[in-house]
C-alpha cells in the first residue's frame, strides 16, 4: 500500500506537535509519563525558587516545583509535583532552602510523624530557611565591627611607636644584647676560674667535711666542756657580785658609825660641829684679829719701829 505525501506530511506535522506540547511540558516541571501527587504550600515571599526547581528529602530528589502563582493577599501559591511511589505525612513541612552561594532555591521536605498522609491536593506547612548570605550577613557585621576596632588600634599603635620610640626601642634591644654579652663572657670567665681552682675548691670541702666529722665525732665531749664553762662562769659571776654588794654593805655602816659619831660630838669634827663655846671662841678670834689688822694699818709705828742712822742708845 502506498502512502501519499500529504499523509507522511500529516503524520509528521502530529508527531512534531505532540513532542512540542511533552517539552513544553516536561520544561514546565510536568511529567506526562508517570502518575504524580500534587501538594500545595503558600509563602510570603520565594527569593531565587522557580518553576521547576527541585522537591528533595534528605537531599534526594523526590519531585519538582509545577507551578506558582500571586494570590491577592500577596502570598505566593505553590505548586508540587510529587511521585506517587512516596507517602507523605500530613504533617510534613515543606521549607524553602538554598542549594548553593549563588541563591539557588529547592524546596526540602521534613517529613512529619503523622500516621496519617497527606492526599493529592493537600496543602502543607510551609518555611522558609534563610539563605547562606542572610546567614552570613550578621557575622560579616560583627566582623566589619572587629575590623574597625583592629584599624582604631593599628592606628593608635602607628602613632605611639614613632621615630623617637623606634629608636630608643633599637637603642634598648642593643643594649640588652651587649649586657648579654658581657654576662655569657663573665660566665666564661667564672666557668675558668672555677675550672683553674678546682683542685683546691675540692681541698677545701674536704677539709671542712673533715671539721665536721670531727665536730660530730667529739660533739659530747664539746657539750661537756661547754656545759663546765657555763657552770665556771656562773660561779665567778656570783662570787663576784655577792663579794661587791657585802663591801658596800661595810662600807655603807661605816658611813653610818661617822655619822653617828658626829651627831654625838665625838671626836674633832663632832666636837668642832656640836661646841657652841668653841665656835663663839672662834668668832671672837677673829674680831680681834680683824680689829688689829685695822689698827696696824692706821697706826704701823706702834708696831714697828726703824731708823736710818741705827737704833738711839739710851
Given amino acids: 500500500m502506498r502512502i501519499s505525501n500529504e499523509t507522511k506530511v500529516g503524520i509528521l506535522a502530529t508527531v512534531a506537535i505532540a513532542v512540542l506540547i511533552i517539552g513544553y511540558s516536561f520544561l514546565k516541571g ?12 503558600s509563602y510570603d515571599r520565594v527569593d531565587g525558587l522557580s518553576v521547576s526547581k527541585p522537591v528533595m528529602v534528605n537531599g534526594y530528589q523526590i519531585g519538582r516545583v509545577s507551578k506558582m502563582q500571586l494570590q ?4 505566593i501559591l505553590t505548586e508540587f509535583k510529587i511521585k506517587q511511589d512516596y507517602a507523605i505525612p500530613a504533617n510534613t513541612i515543606a521549607r524553602i532552602a538554598s542549594t548553593d552561594l549563588l541563591g539557588g532555591k529547592a ?23 534563610r539563605n547562606i548570605l542572610e546567614q552570613v550577613e550578621p557575622v560579616q557585621k560583627k ?16 602613632n ?51 671539721i665536721s666529722a670531727n665536730f660530730k665525732n667529739n660533739g659530747d665531749k664539746i657539750t661537756n666542756i ?15 657580785f655577792e663579794r661587791t654588794i657585802n663591801n658596800a654593805n661595810a662600807a655603807v655602816a661605816d658611813l653610818q658609825n661617822i655619822v653617828n659619831n658626829i651627831n654625838s660630838g665625838k671626836g674633832s669634827v663632832g666636837l668642832l660641829l656640836n661646841d657652841e663655846k668653841l665656835y663663839d671662841n672662834l668668832n671672837n678670834a677673829s674680831k680681834n684679829l680683824d680689829n688689829l689688822m685695822i689698827d696696824l694699818k692706821e697706826n704701823p709705828s706702834r708696831y714697828v719701829h726703824f731708823s736710818i742712822f741705827g737704833k738711839k742708845r739710851d
Avoid at 566582623?143 to 602607628?158: F, K, M, Q, R, T
Avoid at 656545759?227 to 663576784?240: H, W
Fill in 30 to 41: 510536568n511529567d506526562v509519563f508517570t502518575s504524580e501527587n500534587t501538594f500545595y504550600a
Fill in 72 to 75: 491577592s493577599s500577596g502570598k
Fill in 107 to 129: 524546596i526540602v521536605f521534613e517529613l512529619g510523624d503523622s500516621p496519617t498522609y497527606a492526599n493529592d491536593g493537600d496543602t502543607l506547612r510551609a518555611n522558609i530557611q
Fill in 143 to 158: 566582623a566589619e565591627a572587629v575590623v574597625a576596632v583592629l584599624d582604631s588600634v593599628l592606628s593608635s599603635i602607628n
Fill in 160 to 210: 605611639t611607636i614613632n621615630a623617637d620610640f623606634q629608636h630608643n626601642f633599637n637603642r634598648s634591644i642593643a643594649s640588652i644584647a651587649n649586657t648579654l654579652n658581657t654576662l655569657e663572657h663573665t660566665t666564661t670567665q667564672v666557668d675558668a676560674i672555677v675550672g683553674t681552682q678546682r683542685t683546691k675548691l675540692a681541698n677545701i670541702l674536704s677539709n671542712v667535711e673533715a
Fill in 226 to 240: 661547754l656545759g663546765n664553762l657555763e657552770s665556771v662562769s656562773d660561779k665567778a659571776a656570783k662570787a663576784d
